[in-house]
């Protein structure tokens, strides 16, 4: 489900700012339904606190949320989708600045095949639109990045609540900048099903799943999104990835398949002792 945000933001066809609007709407509609569904069902308030780590997953939210539509607008599905193949490395590094988590030797090793393959793919570039969308989506995956850090720092927070009151404030944050008016009903069918599926449904099947499994096996799951985003575009749109894009995808999708599987491995030594 996750794979699918590229296919509706191309379907939809509407201005960055206009499909972050929308999108956002019925995000905080699916997930906020949710939040207030598990919190009647607890006999629990909807919201006990809002401190600096609430905050932080709100603000940070809301920038990814935003950068990753406009750096789909930008280049291609696949670009973007090689950029995100990144976030595990990524969140290894923020954890290590952030609580100081250890690094390992064979991220270091992966971390640098990684970044010689996203600058070989930056350098190669076909417009400066490519560039500035391969930024944006770097942007994009450091800010998801950081969510996972800080939802592991802080196993408390409610992370569906969250999510949907960061797509409420990218409602005020975005209407200056729509077109005015209701979209087209395809327009909105679009912008509906990627917030209420990519984001809403995706997001609450992830976290179920992701109680369920090992933090290794997850990661090896969720890079199915990065294989799959561009056939979608491709077998519906024709968009089809250049070849210095599906060299450096194959490159960097290797690496973080090697790199999981040695979390993967570390895990059953784990369970075996």
Not at 70 to 94: D, E, K
Not at 236 to 265: C, H, K, N
Request: contains cysteine; hydrophobic residues 55%; glycine residues 10%.
């Amino acid at each position: 489900m996750w794979s699918t945000a590229g296919l509706f933001v191309r379907w939809a066809g509407l201005d960055t700012w206009t499909m972050v609007g929308w999108r956002s709407l019925f995000t905080a509609l699916v997930l906020g339904t949710l939040a207030v569904v598990q919190a009647r069902r607890r006999g629990e308030r909807l919201i006990t606190r809002f401190g600096r780590p609430e905050a932080v997953t709100v603000a940070v939210s809301c920038v990814s949320a935003m950068t990753y539509v406009l750096s789909l607008r930008l280049t291609t599905v696949a670009n973007v989708m090689i950029v995100y193949a990144t976030v595990p490395f990524i969140a290894t590094a923020i954890a290590y600045v952030w609580v100081g988590e250890r690094i390992t030797q064979r991220f270091v090793v992966a971390g640098v095949v990684v970044l010689a393959a996203i600058g070989a793919m930056a350098g190669g570039a076909a417009s400066a639109r490519d560039a500035w969308g391969l930024l944006a989506a770097l942007v994009m995956t450091c800010g998801f990045g950081a969510q996972l850090v800080n939802a592991r720092a802080h196993p408390g927070l409610d992370m569906s609540l969250l999510t949907a009151i960061a797509a409420l404030v990218c409602v005020p944050l975005a209407m200056p900048f729509m077109a005015p008016g209701i979209p087209a009903p395809h327009q909105l069918c679009a912008a509906a099903l990627y917030g209420g599926v990519t984001t809403g449904l995706a997001y609450v099947l992830a976290m179920a799943g992701g109680r369920l499994i090992g933090s290794g096996e997850a990661g090896l799951i969720s890079m199915l999104d990065v294989v799959l985003g561009p056939v979608w575009v491709w077998l519906i749109f024709d968009e089809r990835p250049v070849t210095a894009a599906m060299i450096s995808g194959a490159v960097v999708l290797g690496t973080v398949l090697w790199y999981l599987m040695g979390d993967q491995d570390k895990a059953r030594e784990r369970r075996v002792a």
